[in-house]
């Protein structure tokens, strides 16, 4: 079960890269979840700055930018 | 039920519920503002769209995706220089304000992992009001002289603010514990291309915006009358040069360029009375050639469609309620210009303050604070009171001081929001007495 959190206040950006993750998700078949985390005191408790990030299993991989599907699949897999 | 989030619908819910029992249609000041609403969309949708947002869009997306925004952070990182960091603060705005929706996250994460709470207040500050899109089209309609004045009073005050917050609270922030930030890394591209480049690029864009949207002139000869009579030919040259440096170094392929080119030539020779045709057609094949070459084009075509995507609706309705409520130059909307005269005319300290303090609680959403000022100044507003609403304004709102609470705690903010007002009152005050006139 891998847990992705879409860390971001909620403009567009952020948005997008949620249905990137979801999407990536769904392609890749594996049980996993894709939570958006728009409190911003639980924003920085992740160390981000730079919105939108993308945290899987509680690890920033990403931050400041909208991943493509094919990106954060690789990222779900590593 | 999460009421922070429900009572704002309900309050909408009631306030147009309200708006629509009382309608008054039929009355000749509301269906002569609507006709005015009308016209001024009309006006903007032919003077600023084409030549001067479209432009400013791509030079936005250009930012958001050839400048590394990880290398401006390393300034305002744990262990960025003091001093340095209060100057970084006050101007990064430019580059890491493109979208409205990263103030925050970003003032949170400089306040708590980075540089502290003066740096962060005066990013805070600053960051929304020297975006480059908002500098574009502040100086673009309100005219070149306040798109100055409220970069450089951004600037300047934003700093004044920082210190001040910094030694009013400077025991409190001594002891803090805060996360590792997380390095975004991965700026390798950045890095292959020498800074010099990456201005050239930045010159030829706004090359083009400049000429393209040169005013005529007042007084019929000198410089400005020259420039104003070539400005067609001069933004053409830049927008070559734009081609050349899009093939040299981005990687876009010749006959795609020669390709979209082609149309613009021939719209050139056909229409030369008519430059907004070739330019529209520019644009195009601007927009068709990035978006189908893979790598760093195509994100700057997504970067600033994202944009205008998120920007153009909001202006629009923005641009509508400025008609409805004020109505276009030389006409009145619903509201009569001897009361904007009244209560921010002229350039008393009254006025400065008032004019601060509707800025500081209003909420505006991005850049639709320029149509509003602009119909603010045609009815009578003042020159200094507008600076003053222009620096309040996109700082801080009734909606993101519950946000900045949460982040530094209510006293902070109520400081913060005290400071913003005077020092935007004073930055009227000075500004309207210097160009009132």
């Known amino acids: 079960m891998k847990s992705i959190k879409i860390l971001g206040t909620g403009c567009p950006k952020c948005r997008t890269l949620a249905e990137n993750a979801q999407a990536a998700v769904d392609e890749l078949g594996v049980e996993g979840e894709v939570e958006k985390v728009t409190d911003i005191t639980r924003i920085m408790d992740y160390g981000v700055m730079m919105t939108p990030a993308l945290a899987v299993d509680g690890e920033v991989k990403s931050s400041g930018k909208v991943l493509s599907v094919a990106e954060i699949k690789a990222l779900i897999q590593q | ?437």
């Open chain 2, 1 to 437: 039920m999460n009421w922070r989030r429900e009572w704002q619908v309900l309050a909408a819910m009631i306030a147009i519920f309200l708006g629509c029992f009382f309608l008054p249609v039929g009355a000749a000041r509301f269906q002569g503002a609507i006709i005015e609403a009308l016209a001024l969309v009309k006006w903007y949708a032919r003077e600023h769209v084409l030549l001067c947002l479209v432009p400013a869009f791509f030079i936005a997306g250009a930012i958001a995706v050839f400048i590394s925004q990880a290398s401006v952070m390393r300034y305002l990182g744990p262990r960025a220089n003091k001093v340095l960091a209060y100057g970084v603060a006050s101007v990064s705005g430019t580059i890491l304000a493109v979208c409205s929706c990263t103030v925050l996250p970003l003032f949170a994460g400089i306040h708590r992992m980075g540089a502290g709470l003066g740096p962060a207040t005066a990013f805070l500050y600053a960051g929304p009001a020297i975006n480059v899109l908002a500098i574009i089209l502040t100086a673009r309609v309100l005219g070149l002289e306040l798109g100055i004045a409220r970069a450089a009073g951004a600037i300047v005050f934003s700093v004044v603010i920082g210190l001040l917050m910094h030694l009013i609270f400077r025991k409190e922030e001594a002891a803090k514990d805060a996360p590792e930030p997380h390095s975004t890394g991965g700026n390798d591209e950045d890095d292959a291309r020498p800074l010099w480049r990456t201005a050239v690029f930045f010159a030829a864009m706004i090359g083009v915006l400049v000429f393209a949207n040169w005013g005529e002139p007042t007084d019929a000869a000198g410089l400005w009358q020259a420039v104003w009579s070539a400005k067609w030919p001069i933004t053409a040259g830049f927008g070559m040069l734009l081609a050349v440096l899009l093939i040299a170094w981005f990687g876009l392929r010749w006959w795609h360029v020669a390709l979209g080119a082609a149309p613009v030539v021939i719209l050139v020779i056909a229409l030369p009375q008519q430059p907004l045709w070739s330019f529209s057609a520019g644009v195009l094949a601007l927009s068709i050639i990035t978006a189908t070459t893979p790598g760093e084009p195509a994100h700057w075509f997504e970067a600033s469609w994202g944009f205008a995507r998120q920007i153009l609706p909001l202006l629009l309705i923005g641009v509508l309620i400025a008609g409805f409520l004020l109505g276009r130059p030389g006409e009145e909307g619903v509201i009569p210009s001897e009361w904007v005269t009244r209560f921010v005319g002229g350039n008393s300290l009254g006025a400065n303050a008032a004019a601060s303090v509707l800025g500081a609680f209003m909420y505006f959403a991005t850049l639709t604070e320029v149509p509003i000022l602009d119909g603010l100044l045609d009815s009578g507003m003042g020159k200094g009171p507008a600076l003053a609403l222009l620096l309040a304004g996109p700082a801080v709102s009734l909606p993101n001081m519950l946000v900045i609470a949460g982040v530094i705690g209510l006293r902070k903010t109520l400081v913060f929001i005290l400071l913003v007002i005077v020092m935007s009152t004073t930055s009227g005050m000075i500004y309207g007495a210097l160009f009132g006139g």
